[in-house]
């Protein structure tokens, strides 16, 4: 088999799952890391270089794995980087998947690389959810849960509060909710009802608990129009019970197949580790872009243009074993 | 938007399932059934014509949705019917699936067909579910549970048995084998005892209920080694209470992204109606079918070889809203 030669940008918490995630696959190889702050000692010993050697890897790196953030990082680096590589994000702001599918095209189509953008699990296997239930039931409904776990911006947005010293944020999905989808009843509901936001605060030095409550609920764009819980709590109780990054959700059709007869699919992730998950996600995908790069296909990509069988380091027989 | 057109092979609750299905495409057009029982009105009121006058519509019709059974039906006349059409089937007699793809491999290229096997939810859905958690957490497990929900193969043998003279039979997935693998546990478990077989008998004329029930228990490839439940009821409750075709099931993907980072995806059906669901989803294939077709792509496919973006009847900008 021959072994893909893999570039990792960034290095935070997805980088270390896609290190991670390298070492299962048996069909590739991680060259180097490229990192703002290198030199840097990597979990898994590879050499990690700093972002501007990064074109002198071209004859070495087959794809690179974009592993920075969607608000900063990913929308110009994806067009520096796919003038020289193959390249591999999760970019998830969904309002500007459009511009950044269309840049990276331009980028990618000229240097004749394959870019697959939008990769994790939303987007990414929640997106695929959605359209397979959409096709298997066309007269019907999707419903996209997140949690519970850990929003990263949600508990930044907490952490910019005055008097906060520090704070967790877990999005939750209300059960009735979910139990309304299982029984297949097609709802008209809104994000802001159908979740909880649950947060857990550690308070500054001589901050008025009641002032910081009222800050939080009352964001815009982040908790006002949602139920949100807050409780305060000590630096050690954060550390030592939300210290983790567990994430998950639900993704539900809801259809008919004739008038009163209802089906219903349900798609849900729990996971230990949301950068973990997202990583080795990303690395099934690097195998589908050296696959489509193989066809001589050229140009952005998003999940939706993969075939399954392009995520298996196995042969067409092996993968019909699973049918 | 071109109308691709269609013919449905086999008139039985399938077919009736794909009659209607194709009633909320709107871009197929349904223009004829062909059955051994024609001429036949069908609930739609298109013409339903005899078998033997499938090869007059080559110039009408597109592709062929198969809707005979595996045991029986679809095996030879895929090989037929691809000759002369593209083919879309719902062949799930796992042992025999590679056979049945060779077969038709060989038939569909020669004739420069798209010849489309196992589509349905297992094989079909539940197939792809189990590649994408396989590539998502490759150092896991797959666990796929049945049920609740009629089996017409254990159905049928239960008929069979002397003193029998009707039967249904429920497929239900133990309860605590699935929490366990909710849990994260990959466990060691076989169909047998991680599944009950719930059967509700009506007794022919004198017939003796002990007898009858140490038949069904014993039946070897069929329950035996099963925990079975028979219950005794009357014709009528039989028609009452169970006279609908509901299914559904689980695939769970239990995996680490490290040791003890424990990463669970589950996937559900729950259907009132199997064969109105499965219709469905052969549709969607068949528009994949097409597309497939459109790129000068000939031979035989599985549900593994669809790019996900071939199953909607939207352009590429609209898909990727789903993202």
Redesign the interface.
């Known amino acids: 088999m021959k072994t893909t030669r893999i570039g990792i940008v960034g290095y935070g918490n997805l980088a270390r799952?896609v290190e991670?995630?390298i070492s299962?696959?048996p069909d590739m190889e991680l060259v180097a890391v490229f990192s703002r702050r290198a030199p840097l000692q990597t979990e898994s010993g590879v050499a990690a270089y700093p972002m501007e050697q990064i074109t002198e890897f071209t004859r070495d790196i087959d794809v690179m794995i974009l592993c920075g953030g969607s608000a900063n990082d990913l929308m110009s680096q994806g067009q520096d980087i796919a003038k020289h590589y193959h390249v591999v994000d999760s970019f998830d702001t969904?309002a500007k998947?459009?511009e950044h599918?269309q840049n990276l095209n331009t980028v990618a189509q000229a240097a004749q690389k394959v870019a697959m953008i939008?990769i994790g699990w939303d987007?990414g296997?929640f997106?695929?959810q959605?359209?397979?239930g959409?096709?298997?039931?066309?007269?019907g409904k999707n419903f996209t849960f997140w949690g519970r776990g850990i929003s990263q911006g949600h508990s930044n947005a907490i952490r910019r509060i005055p008097g906060v010293a520090d704070a967790k944020q877990y999005t939750v999905p209300k059960e009735a909710f979910l139990e309304q989808c299982?029984q297949?009843n097609q709802q008209d509901i809104s994000a802001e009802e159908s979740h909880l936001r649950e947060c857990y605060v550690v308070l500054a030095e001589g901050a008025d608990p009641d002032q910081v409550r009222d800050a939080i609920c009352n964001m815009e764009n982040y908790f006002a129009g949602y139920e949100t819980q807050v409780n305060f709590i000590s630096q050690e109780e954060l550390d030592r019970n939300h210290g983790t990054m567990p994430h998950g959700g639900f993704v539900l059709r809801v259809g008919e197949?004739?008038p009163g007869?209802?089906?219903?699919?349900?798609?849900?992730?729990?996971?230990?580790?949301n950068p973990?998950?997202t990583?080795?996600?990303l690395v099934?995908y690097a195998r589908a872009t050296m696959k489509l790069a193989a066809e001589n296909r050229h140009g952005c990509f998003?999940?939706?243009?993969?075939?399954?069988?392009y995520?298996?380091p196995k042969t067409p027989?092996e993968?019909?074993h699973?049918?």
């Open positions: 799952g991670k995630a299962y696959a969904h998947i459009e599918f939008s987007p296997l997106s695929l959605r359209l397979y959409e096709a298997a039931l066309p007269n299982r297949g197949t004739a007869e209802r089906e219903v699919i349900e798609y849900s992730l729990t996971l230990d580790s973990a998950f990583a080795s996600v099934a998003t999940i939706f243009d993969v075939p399954p069988a995520l298996l027989a993968i019909r699973l049918l």
